[in-house]
């Protein structure tokens, strides 16, 4: 009679046990193909002329005003980065024109035309996301990136 007292209560714990292991487990295997998603997004944003251009400014600033300008770009993200998607495509559409044999001026125009449009639609999204994201960094940090954009235009000429 024991035996059957005790074998019933391990088939009790078992009837939750069971499905709260599953559970645990689909949650754990949708956490990780997230994370694989999030990084494959993120590799492919990482080689955009914009990722690189952000994360150099991010690595001449402080530790505090690098975290607050990266908050603010993140968060703003969705506003900007189809715009600057279109503007690398547009560039290189416009790469491809230059480089064609032979040379097709009207369609060069015509490249020319969808990058400058590509560009203004990329200043309008990414303005008002970079204005909010300098206001976050320190004085110090910003007289520091301007010290380094001068110092780069400086050493290009």
């Given at each position: 009679m024991i035996m059957l007292d005790k074998t019933s209560r391990s088939g009790r714990a078992g009837r939750f046990l069971?499905?709260?292991s599953i559970l645990l487990n689909l949650f754990f295997v949708a956490l990780i193909v997230g994370h694989v998603l999030q990084g494959r997004l993120h590799s492919q944003l990482d080689r955009s002329p914009l990722a690189r251009a952000l994360a150099h400014m991010e690595a001449s600033l402080a530790p505090k005003d690098a975290a607050a300008f990266r908050a603010v770009l993140?968060?703003?993200?969705?506003?900007?980065?189809?715009?600057?998607?279109?503007?690398?495509?547009?560039?290189?559409?416009?790469?491809?024109?230059?480089?064609?044999?032979?040379?097709?001026?009207?369609?060069?125009?015509?490249?020319?035309?969808?990058?400058?449009?590509?560009?203004?639609?990329?200043?309008?999204?990414?303005?008002?996301?970079?204005?909010?994201?300098?206001?976050?960094?320190?004085?110090?940090?910003?007289?520091?990136?301007?010290?380094?954009?001068?110092?780069?235009?400086?050493?290009?000429h």
């Open positions: 069971l499905p709260l993140s968060k703003d993200a969705p506003a900007y980065v189809g715009a600057a998607q279109r503007l690398e495509a547009a560039r290189i559409g416009l790469e491809a024109q230059v480089l064609a044999q032979p040379l097709d001026k009207t369609h060069l125009r015509a490249a020319f035309a969808t990058w400058h449009s590509a560009w203004d639609a990329f200043f309008d999204a990414f303005s008002g996301p970079l204005t909010d994201a300098l206001g976050q960094i320190s004085p110090e940090g910003r007289r520091k990136l301007v010290a380094e954009r001068k110092s780069e235009r400086m050493g290009a």
